[in-house]
C-alpha cells in the first residue's frame, strides 16, 4: 500500500527507472570517470604527475584528440601567462640556479599557465604520463572539461583518427618558455608548449605565442598548420642561439661556419624552432639553423622536435643522436636544428665539444 494515499503512476515510475539509468550511464562513460581519477593523482616534486597506466576507453588514445587538447591547452595557459604579464604583478622567484649559474625563474604566469594545461590534459587523458615543467599542486586540483570539439583546420588535415595505447604516450608541457625574457618584458620570445611522444619518439608538437595569438601545430604523418620556408642557407647560415644560456655558443658557431655566419641571440626554445619554419608572425626573426650547447630540458624542446620533424626536419644532439623524450628531464649533448638541409654533413662539421672544451 502506498503511505498517506499516493498512487504510484506505473508509467512514471518507468520515466523514472530511465532517467536513473541514463544518469548511471553517464556516470560510467566517462563524464565523471575525469574528475574521479583525478583523486588519485599522484604529483612529484619539482613537476611532473604520473596517472595511470590504462585509458579508461580500454588502454587507447587517439592522437588527433590529443592534439585539439593540446592546441587548447596551449591556447588556454597563453591566456594566463597574458593576464599576468599584464597585470604587472609576476611574483618572480628564483627556483636555484643553472648547472653555469644562471637565475632559473619563476613566476606566477609560469605556475597558472601550468595548472591550466596540466589539469586540461589530465582531465582528458587521466591516463597517460605527463611531465611539466612546474609543480603541480594535488591540493589546488581544477577540472577542465574539454568539449570533444577538434577544430576545423585539424580535421581537415589529421582525417582519421589515430589510436595508439595510453601506455606509449608521454606528454611534456613547458607552461611559459622564456621565462627569463618575460620577466624582461620582452614579450616576442614568450610561447606556451606541449608536446607528445610515443615511446620516446616525438609525434606531435604545439607551440603558441600568447601575445601575438600564434599557433603552430603538426603531427608526424598526420599533417601541420605551418610549413618550411622554401630556402635556406647553409653556406653561411643565421644562427639562433640562446641569449641567456648561451655557454660557448657563439665560439662553436663560428669556428664550425666561418666569420661571416651571423648569430641572432633569442629566448625560448620554441621561439628559435619557429624561426626556422616560414611563421606569418611579424614579431618572429628567421634564421637558418639552431644551435644550443648547455644542458636543456625536454619540456623546452619536445615540441619543437616534434615539428620539425613533422616537416621534415630534424633536432638531435650536436653528435646527431636522435632525443628519447621518456626517462630523464634533461638532454647533455647540445642541439642541432634544422629543416631541408643536410643535417648528418652539420653534424660532421661540428666540433666535438668533449674535446673542444666547448660545453
Ligand atoms: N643550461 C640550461 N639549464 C637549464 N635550463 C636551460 C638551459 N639552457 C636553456 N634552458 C631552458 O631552455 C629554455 C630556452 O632557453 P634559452 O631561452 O636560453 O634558449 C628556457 O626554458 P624556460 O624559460 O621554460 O625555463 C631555459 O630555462
Ligand atoms: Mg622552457
Redesign the pocket.
Known amino acids: 500500500m502506498a503511505p498517506m494515499g499516493i498512487r504510484l503512476s506505473p508509467l512514471g515510475v518507468a520515466v523514472f527507472c530511465l532517467l536513473g539509468l541514463g544518469v548511471l550511464y553517464h556516470l560510467y562513460s566517462g563524464f565523471l570517470a575525469g574528475r574521479f581519477s583525478l583523486f588519485g593523482l599522484s604529483s612529484e616534486p619539482g613537476g611532473g604527475a604520473a596517472g595511470p597506466a590504462a585509458a579508461a576507453d580500454g588502454g587507447t588514445v587517439d592522437l588527433r584528440e590529443m592534439l585539439a587538447v593540446s592546441v587548447l591547452a596551449a591556447v588556454r595557459g597563453g591566456d594566463e601567462v597574458r593576464r599576468v604579464r599584464e597585470s604587472n604583478v609576476l611574483h618572480e622567484k628564483s627556483k636555484g640556479k643553472?648547472?653555469?649559474g644562471?637565475e632559473?625563474?619563476?613566476t606566477s604566469g609560469?605556475v597558472l599557465s601550468n595548472r591550466k594545461m596540466f589539469y586540461l590534459l589530465k582531465t582528458a587523458f587521466p591516463s597517460v604520463q605527463i611531465n611539466t615543467?612546474e609543480h603541480v599542486d594535488a591540493a589546488d586540483q581544477e577540472v577542465i572539461l574539454w568539449d570533444h570539439k577538434i577544430p576545423e583546420d585539424i580535421l581537415k588535415e589529421v582525417t582519421t583518427p589515430k589510436e595508439v595505447p595510453a601506455e606509449s604516450v608521454t606528454v611534456w608541457i613547458?607552461?611559459?618558455?622564456?621565462?627569463?625574457?618575460?620577466t624582461e618584458d620582452l614579450r616576442k620570445?614568450?610561447t606556451t608548449m606541449v608536446c607528445v611522444a610515443v615511446n620516446g619518439k616525438p609525434v606531435l608538437g604545439v607551440i603558441h605565442k600568447p601575445f601575438s595569438e600564434y599557433t603552430a601545430w603538426a603531427m608526424v604523418d598526420g599533417g601541420s598548420n605551418v610549413k618550411a620556408r622554401s630556402s635556406y642557407n647553409e653556406k653561411t647560415p643565421r644562427i639562433v642561439?640562446?641569449?641567456?644560456?648561451?655557454?660557448m655558443v657563439r665560439q662553436v658557431a663560428l669556428q664550425t661556419f666561418g666569420n661571416q655566419t651571423t648569430i641572432i641571440p633569442?629566448?625560448?626554445?620554441?621561439?628559435?624552432v619557429l624561426a626556422l619554419l616560414d611563421v606569418p608572425d611579424k614579431s618572429q626573426e628567421k634564421a637558418d639553423l639552431y644551435i644550443?650547447v648547455?644542458?636543456?630540458?625536454k619540456?623546452?624542446?619536445c615540441a619543437g622536435n616534434a615539428i620539425l620533424k613533422a616537416l621534415g626536419g630534424h633536432m638531435t644532439t650536436l653528435s646527431g643522436e636522435e632525443i628519447s623524450y621518456t626517462g630523464s628531464d634533461?638532454i647533455e649533448g647540445g642541439l642541432l636544428a634544422s629543416i631541408r638541409m643536410n643535417h648528418q654533413a652539420l653534424v660532421r662539421k661540428l666540433p666535438d665539444l668533449e674535446k673542444t672544451g666547448h660545453k
Open positions: 643553472t648547472r653555469e644562471a632559473d625563474k619563476m609560469d615543467e613547458d607552461p611559459l618558455d622564456a621565462t627569463q625574457e618575460y620570445y614568450v642561439v640562446s641569449r641567456s644560456h648561451s655557454g633569442a629566448g625560448g626554445a620554441g621561439y628559435k644550443h648547455t644542458y636543456i630540458k619540456w623546452d624542446i634533461g
